[in-house]
C-alpha cells in the first residue's frame, strides 16, 4: 500500500508553500532520514525528510511549484514494483496527528538537536495532547499541531489555542469567535481579546486597566520562540554562573601583529570563539548536554555565537571551532552574523552547536550572565575589554581586562568542572601565543 | 476600634462569597467574610433550594393526581400548604448551617453585618447602623448579589403583589394568580402554583416564553404548561395593576386589545438587578454598567485590587456562575497556574418546573445567525424505555454540532429530569469533545442519559431508536 508524503506545515500559520527542489526522484530507494525535498515559504526554507522507507513510486509535484497547499500529496512511497494510484480522498480523517507518521520537516529529527532562539517555528515531538475540536480545526484549517502551545490542562491544545494560532498572522480571513468569555457588563476593552489562558499578571489588561498608553508591536514567530525557550530554560535548568577576569593585552598584541601580517580583520570575538573551541578540547565534559537518560558529551567541538537580530537572537554555529584557524573562524563568522543579520541562514547553520558564546562588549557591558541555549549545558557571556587598575607583584599596575561569565547547567556540569574549563580558557586568553598566529 | 487585617476580604456569603472565601482558605489565606443577613445568601435561603424544595411537594402532588397510570391509589389526597412552606424553610435553615460549619472547618472568619467598601482597601462594616468592625485587606471581593428588578407600576407591596420572596412562603394559596414575565423564576412559580391548583396566567412581554431557551424547546414548554391548564400570554404588557382589598385587577395589553382581570395575587418576576447602592463603590473606582458592576474576565473592577463576582457583576444570574467566577478570581489573584476565564458558553442553565428545562451553549438561532453550517439532532423521550417505564414519555433533548469541526455548540433539553442530564453536554463542551467521543461513549441502559446518546447520533442521522 502505498504511502502519501504529505506537504508539511512549517509553520502554525503555513498554508501553503513552494516546493523549491526535489533531492530524490522516482524509483530511489528512500531511507528514513533521507532529505527529500526543499520546501521555501516567506520564512524559512527548509528540508522534508522521509520517515518511512520505500521506494519512490511517483512525484506528485513538480519542482519549483508554487502555492503547494498543506497536507496535499507531494509524492508517493511504496514496495517495489508497486503502482500508486491516487487516493480520492486527501486527509486522512483521524486527526492531524497521525500525519506526523508520514511526514516530518527537518526540525522533527530523532536526534537531541538544538531547539535554541532561532529556529523558525518550535516541532514538539513525539504524542501531542490537543482536544477533539482542536485536532479538528487543526485539520480544517491546515494548523500543524506540533507548533501550537497548549494552554489547556497539563498544556493540552484546546481550540482557544488554535484560532490564536491561525489569527496571530491571518487575521482578516479568520472570523472565528475569540475569547468565550464576553459578556454583557464585562469591561468593554480590548484586553478580551487576548488570549484567555495567560496567567500571572498582563502588562495589556493591567495598562488598559490603569489607562496607561502604549503601543503594540506584534509578536513575530521568532520572537515567540525565543521568549519560550529562554522562559523554559531559566524555569528549568538550574543555572549556576562562574565569573573570571583575564588579562587581554598579550592578545590584543598578538592579534594586531596578526591582522598586519595576513591583512586580515580577526576580532577579539573570533579570538575569543577560538579559545573558548580550545578549552573545550581541553575540558570535554563542558561540551555537554542533559537528556533524562544520559548526558550527552558531543563529538565535536561546535560553537553557537549570538548575533544580534532585527527579529531577535539568532546563533549561528562555527563548526568544528577547534581545528579550524582563526582567520578562517574570522572570516567564517563574518559571513555568518551577515546572513544571520539577513536572515538567510539555513537551518542547519544555527541548529546544533555545543556551547554558546555571547558577547555583548561592543556595548560596553562590563560584566553579564546569559540564559542558556537548551539543551546545550553552558554559555559564556563577554563584556568589554577595558583598562582596569590591577595588583601586579603587589603594585598598582595598569591591564587591558575582560570580564566573562559562564552560565552553567548543574545537571551536566558541576561546579569543579566548571572552574576547570574556565580556568583552560582564561590561561589560552592570557597566553595566545601558542594559537593566536 | 482596632484594624483588622487579612489576605482577603469578601462582601456577601452567595454561592459566589462563601465558595471564595472556602478557596481562598484552602490557599492558605486568612479570609474575612462579611454577610448582613444569612450564610449561603439568596441561593439557599430565598432562591435556588427552598423553591426545588417547594417543587418537589407540588411535582409529588402532581403525580398523586395521576396515581392511576401507575396501577395505584391513594384516598383524600391533600396538601398542607403550611407544612410545604415550613419543610422549604428547613431545608434553607439546615443548608445555611452547613455553610457555616464549612466555613468555620476552612477557618473563615464571618463577619455579621453589613460591609462598605471604604476606599485603601478597607472595609467597614456595621450593624444596625453601629460600627462592628475596620478590616484591611489587599484583595476585595464584592459578592453581594442581586435583588429582583422592579418595574413602574409594579412595585411589589409583598401582600398583594409579591417577589420571588414572598411567593416561596405564602400563607394561604391563593385561587388565581398572575405571573409577569417568564424566565426561569417566574415560570418556575407558574408550574409550583399551578401544580397545586391555582388559576396561572403568565404574562411574558416577548413574543415566547423563556426566551432564553432555544425556540423549539421554548414552544413546547408552552405546550406542555398549557396542557396543564396554565394561561399563557405573550406580546403582552400590563398597563395597569389595580389593587383592591385582597385582590389586584390587572389591564393586560395585547395583540393590540386590552383585557381587565382580577387575581387575588400577582407575582413580579421581571429580571433582577445587582445590589450596587450603599456599599461605598463611590469610595473606590469601581465602575457599574446597567445596574451591575463591569468587570474584566478575571472578575477585577476598575479598581485595583477589588473584584467583583456573581449576580452582581451581571448575567448570567446563575448560582454556579457565580461559585465558578469566584474561585477563578481567587485562584488568579494569588497567583496558581493554569486559571481560563469563564466561558459563558459552558455554563448550564436550569428550570425546574414541571417539566423541566435544562440548556448550554447556543440556540439552533444563534448557531445560525453565526453563519454556521450545523448539524441538528433531536430524539423524543416517547422513543427512551426508560422514559416511558417512567410515565415520563413526553419532552425531546436536542443537540446542535458545528458541521465543519463535529463541535457541540448547545444542547437543549425538556421532560423529566433533564436539569440532571445536562450535564453530560456540559461535560463534552469543556472537553471540546466532537460527535465522534460521544458516539463512541456508551451510555447505560435503560436510563435517560441514553437520550443523550441518540440525540448526537440523530444529528448524523444514525439515531437507532427513532
Known amino acids: 500500500m502505498a504511502i502519501e508524503v504529505l506537504m508539511p506545515a512549517l509553520s502554525p500559520t503555513m498554508t501553503e508553500g513552494k516546493l523549491a527542489r526535489w533531492l530524490v526522484k522516482e524509483g530511489d530507494d528512500i531511507k528514513s532520514g533521507k532529505v527529500l525535498c526543499e520546501i521555501e515559504t516567506d520564512k524559512a526554507t527548509m528540508e522534508v525528510e522521509a520517515v518511512d522507507e520505500g521506494t519512490l513510486l511517483k512525484i506528485l509535484v513538480p519542482e519549483g511549484s508554487e502555492g ?54 518550535v516541532m514538539r515531538e513525539g504524542r501531542i495532547a490537543a482536544s477533539p475540536v482542536a485536532k479538528r480545526i487543526a485539520q480544517e484549517r491546515g494548523v500543524n499541531l506540533y507548533a501550537v502551545i497548549g494552554t489547556g490542562p497539563n498544556g493540552r491544545i484546546v481550540k482557544e489555542d488554535v484560532l490564536s494560532a491561525i489569527s496571530q498572522t491571518s487575521a482578516p480571513t479568520i472570523s472565528a469567535p475569540q475569547s468565550g468569555a464576553t459578556q454583557a457588563t464585562k469591561l468593554p476593552s480590548p484586553a478580551q481579546a487576548l488570549p484567555a489562558a495567560q496567567s500571572g499578571p498582563n502588562a495589556k489588561q493591567l495598562a488598559d486597566l490603569l489607562g496607561q498608553k502604549y503601543t503594540e508591536v506584534k509578536n513575530s514567530p521568532v520572537r515567540k520562540i525565543i521568549a519560550k525557550r529562554l522562559t523554559e530554560s531559566k524555569q528549568t535548568v538550574p543555572h549556576f554562573y562562574l565569573t573570571v577576569d583575564c588579562e587581554l593585552d598579550a592578545l590584543l598584541a598578538a592579534r594586531k601583529a596578526l591582522n598586519e601580517k595576513e591583512n586580515a580583520k580577526v576580532s577579539v570575538n573570533d579570538a575569543i570563539i577560538k579559545a573558548v573551541a580550545l578549552a573545550l578540547r581541553e575540558v570535554p565534559a563542558a561540551n555537554a548536554a542533559w537528556t533524562e537518560e ?39 563568522m ?50 568589554a575589554g577595558e583598562k582596569r587598575a590591577v595588583v601586579k607583584d603587589d603594585k598598582l599596575a595598569i591591564a587591558t581586562i575582560i570580564s566573562v561569565t559562564l552560565s552553567v547547567d548543574h545537571r551536566v556540569v558541576d561546579g569543579a568542572v566548571g572552574a576547570e574549563f574556565i580556568a583552560a580558557f582564561k590561561k589560552l586568553i592570557e597566553e595566545s601565543e601558542s594559537w593566536l598566529k | 476600634m482596632t484594624q483588622q487585617n487579612f489576605d482577603l476580604i469578601i462582601i456577601g456569603s452567595g454561592p459566589g462569597g462563601y465558595v471564595a472565601a472556602i478557596r481562598a482558605a484552602q490557599l492558605g489565606k486568612n479570609v474575612a467574610l462579611v454577610e448582613s443577613t444569612h450564610l449561603g445568601g439568596i441561593c439557599l435561603n430565598w432562591g435556588c433550594i427552598p ?77 444596625d447602623n453601629q460600627p462592628v468592625a475596620e478590616l484591611k485587606a489587599p ?50 412559580f407558574a408550574s409550583f402554583y399551578r401544580s397545586l391548583g391555582a388559576e396561572v396566567t403568565v404574562v411574558e412581554i416577548a413574543d415566547r416564553i423563556m426566551q432564553a431557551e432555544d425556540e423549539e424547546i421554548s414552544a413546547m414548554a408552552r405546550k406542555a404548561f398549557e396542557k396543564q391548564g396554565m394561561k399563557i400570554i405573550t406580546g403582552a404588557k400590563i398597563s395597569k395593576l389595580e389593587k383592591g382589598k385582597d385582590n389586584v385587577t390587572a389591564q393586560i395589553e395585547a395583540n393590540g386589545k386590552t383585557e381587565t382581570q382580577t387575581f387575588d395575587r400577582v407575582i413580579s418576576a421581571v429580571g433582577i438587578t445587582g445590589n450596587t447602592e450603599n456599599i461605598g463603590l463611590e469610595n473606590t473606582r469601581v465602575q457599574t454598567d446597567r445596574g451591575h458592576i463591569a468587570i474584566n474576565p478575571w472578575c477585577e473592577t476598575r479598581e485595583p485590587g477589588v473584584y467583583a463576582i456573581g449576580d452582581v457583576a451581571g448575567p448570567p444570574w446563575l448560582a454556579h456562575k457565580a461559585s465558578h467566577e469566584g474561585i477563578i478570581c481567587v485562584e488568579k489573584m494569588f497567583g496558581i497556574p493554569g486559571v481560563h476565564p469563564l466561558d459563558t458558553k459552558k455554563i448550564p442553565g436550569c428550570t425546574y418546573a414541571h417539566p423541566q428545562v435544562a440548556s448550554i451553549g447556543l440556540t439552533e438561532a444563534k448557531a445560525k445567525s453565526e453563519g454556521r453550517a450545523v448539524k441538528v439532532g433531536k430524539f423524543p423521550f416517547i422513543g427512551n424505555g426508560k422514559a416511558i417505564a417512567l410515565g415520563e414519555s413526553e419532552g425531546m433533548i436536542k443537540t446542535i454540532f458545528d458541521a465543519t469541526t463535529g463541535e457541540l455548540l448547545g444542547a437543549h433539553m425538556i421532560g423529566t429530569e433533564v436539569t440532571e442530564l445536562i450535564q453530560g453536554y456540559a461535560v463534552a463542551k469543556t472537553g471540546e469533545l466532537v460527535e465522534k467521543d460521544l458516539m463512541h461513549t456508551v451510555f447505560p441502559h435503560p436510563t435517560l442519559s441514553e437520550m443523550l446518546h441518540e440525540s448526537v447520533l440523530a444529528a448524523y442521522g444514525k439515531a437507532i431508536h427513532f
Not at chain 1, 85 to 113: C, D, M, R, Y
Open chain 1, 68 to 121: 503547494v497547499a498543506v497536507n496535499r500529496p507531494i509524492a508517493a512511497l511504496g514496495s517495489k514494483d508497486e503502482k500508486y494510484e491516487p487516493k480520492t480522498a486527501q486527509l486522512k480523517s483521524e486527526g492531524v496527528g497521525e500525519q506526523k507518521s508520514i511526514i516530518a520537516a527537518a526540525p522533527v529529527t530523532p536526534q537531541p538537536l538544538s531547539s535554541s532562539a532561532p529556529q523558525p517555528f
Open chain 1, 334 to 383: 563574518r559571513d555568518l552574523a551577515a546572513r544571520a543579520r539577513d536572515n538567510k541562514l539555513k537551518p542547519t547553520e544555527f541548529q546544533g552547536g555545543g556551547f554558546t558564546v555571547s558577547n555583548l562588549g561592543m556595548f560596553g557591558i562590563k560584566d553579564f550572565a546569559a540564559i542558556i541555549n537548551p539543551p546545550q549545558g553552558c554559555i559564556l557571556a563577554v563584556g
Open chain 2, 51 to 127: 423553591t426545588k424544595a417547594l417543587l418537589k411537594s407540588s411535582e409529588l402532588y402532581y403525580t398523586l393526581q395521576k396515581l392511576d397510570e401507575y396501577g395505584l391509589e391513594a384516598k383524600n389526597t391533600a396538601f398542607d400548604l403550611n407544612k410545604i412552606v415550613k419543610r422549604s424553610r428547613d431545608i434553607a435553615g439546615q443548608l445555611s448551617a452547613g455553610v457555616k460549619h464549612l466555613l468555620k472547618k476552612n477557618k473563615v472568619t464571618v463577619f455579621d453585618g453589613f460591609g462598605v467598601l471604604a476606599g485603601n482597601q478597607i472595609v467597614k462594616v456595621s450593624k
Open chain 1, 294 to 332: 544520559a548526558i550527552l558529551k558531543y563529538t565535536d567541538v561546535d560553537i553557537s555565537v549570538a548575533v544580534a537580530t532585527p527579529d531577535g537572537l539568532v546563533t549561528p554555529i562555527v563548526k568544528q571551532a577547534d581545528s579550524k584557524s582563526l582567520l578562517d573562524i574570522s572570516k567564517e
Open chain 2, 139 to 188: 484583595h476585595i471581593i464584592v459578592a453581594t448579589g442581586a435583588r429582583p428588578r422592579v418595574l413602574p407600576g409594579i412595585e411589589p407591596d409583598g401582600k398583594l403583589i409579591w417577589t420571588s420572596k414572598e411567593a416561596m412562603i405564602p400563607e394561604q394559596m391563593p385561587k388565581s394568580l398572575l405571573v409577569i414575565g417568564s424566565g426561569a423564576i417566574g415560570i418556575e
